[in-house]
Antibody, heavy 125, light 108 residues
Framework: QEHLVESGGGLVQPGGSLRLSCAAS????????MSWIRQAPGKGLEWVSY????????NYADSVRGRFTISRDSAKNSLYLQMDSLRAEDTAVYYC??????????????????WGQGTLVTVSS | SSELTQDPAVSVALGQTVRITCQGD??????ASWYQQKPRQAPVFVIY???NRPSGVPDRFSGSSSGNTASLTITGTQAEDEADYYC???????????FGGGTKLTVL
């Protein structure tokens, strides 16, 4: 059974940095997109970033571009999110998820089929 | 537009059929994916593509799409289906991933 486990969350002051990790197991990590999604307390899901299997495609939400950096290490089956210049509004549970894409005729899709349990990041003084 | 719009809340009687909708310009060229999230749990993937269910998802869940609207239909709703449901798709540029604001489903 595919498995994702996040770690690295915690309490950090505004302006500080934090590095999240996501350990993947029971699937071929290098074959899949990987993504970070967050959920502020009591709020909905917000996509943060994703990276293609080879790392050739990386995209970020406007809210984090220039402050967050996604990376992956296929030798360690791990995904990372370096978060710098953190703000109070970055407070959320951060999930990593495995992604895949497809198309049929004119239509395409991108889906996240396995999710970790999340790690809480709190930005507060 | 770079948004997906969902009704905040929907209710359904036990055993009845409910449709949860998601609107956005990106859905004219992208199928939505749908996720179920129960309190204090991670989201679970329930529908993708034109109408594909991952293994383990009950066949009472189905998806459809028309124009700028995607729908998740639950036929014969069960008590355990009470949850928040989120739609998602790439945006029209294909570079970003969008999530709808979520629909809280209450089973009466």
């Amino acid at each position: 059974q595919e498995h994702l486990v996040e770690s690295g969350g915690g309490l950090v002051q505004p302006g500080g940095s934090l590095r999240l990790s996501c350990a993947a197991s029971e699937f071929t990590f290098s074959d899949y997109y990987m993504s970070w999604i967050r959920q502020a307390p009591g709020k909905g899901l917000e996509w943060v970033s994703y990276m293609s299997p080879t790392g050739s495609v990386i995209n970020y939400a406007d809210s984090v571009r220039g402050r967050f950096t996604i990376s992956r290490d296929s030798a360690k089956n791990s995904l990372y999110l370096q978060m710098d210049s953190l703000r109070a509004e970055d407070t959320a549970v951060y999930y990593c998820a495995r992604g895949f894409e497809g198309s049929r005729g004119w239509y395409g899709w991108f889906a996240l089929d396995y999710w970790g349990q999340g790690t809480l990041v709190t930005v507060s003084s | 537009s770079s948004e997906l719009t969902q009704d905040p809340a929907v209710s359904v009687a036990l055993g009845q059929t409910v449709r949860i909708t998601c609107q956005g310009d990106s859905l004219r060229i992208n199928y939505a994916s749908w996720y179920q999230q129960k309190p204090r749990q991670a989201p679970v993937f329930v529908i993708y593509g034109k109408n594909n269910r991952p293994s383990g998802v009950p066949d009472r869940f189905s998806g459809s799409s028309s124009g700028n609207t995607a729908s998740l239909t639950i036929t014969g709703t069960q008590a355990e289906d009470e949850a928040d449901y989120y739609c998602s798709s790439r945006d029209s540029t294909g570079n970003h991933l969008l999530f709808g604001g979520g629909t809280k489903l209450t089973v009466l």
